[in-house]
Nanobody, 121 residues
């Protein structure tokens, strides 16, 4: 089994910064894409940022230029640096990893439990 443990959420004023981290552990052969999604109050879960194993990144238009995603392949971790936070960034943020558990195994998506980010105006 694979577990994703998130940390770094909290309460911050508008314009402030937070850094989210996620560590994958368990039976892991390789990890393809890693990323962050969020779900705000009354909204559907949406992609925030994604990073490939090779380091290619994609961002939602709403966070482009403010958020930066990074990963450490040796440690199976992914981080999200969030700057210039806005009240509309308030959401539960979820880490996601596409994991191959065995050498000839198929990839499977795993999710973290979520961490709350609240941005006050």
């Amino acid at each position: 089994q694979v577990q994703l443990a998130e940390s770094g959420g909290g309460l911050v004023q508008a314009g402030g910064s937070l850094r989210l981290s996620c560590a994958a552990s368990g039976s892991i052969f390789s990890i393809n894409d890693m990323g962050w999604h969020r779900q705000g109050p009354g909204k559907q879960r949406e992609l925030v940022a994604r990073i490939s194993k090779g380091g290619s990144t994609n961002y939602a238009d709403s966070v482009e230029g403010r958020f930066t995603i990074s990963r450490d392949n040796a440690k199976n971790t992914v981080s999200l640096q969030m700057n210039s936070l806005k009240p509309e960034d308030t959401a539960v943020y979820y880490c996601k990893a596409n994991v191959i558990q065995y050498a000839l195994g198929l990839p499977y998506d795993y999710w973290g439990q979520g961490t709350q980010v609240t941005v006050s105006s």
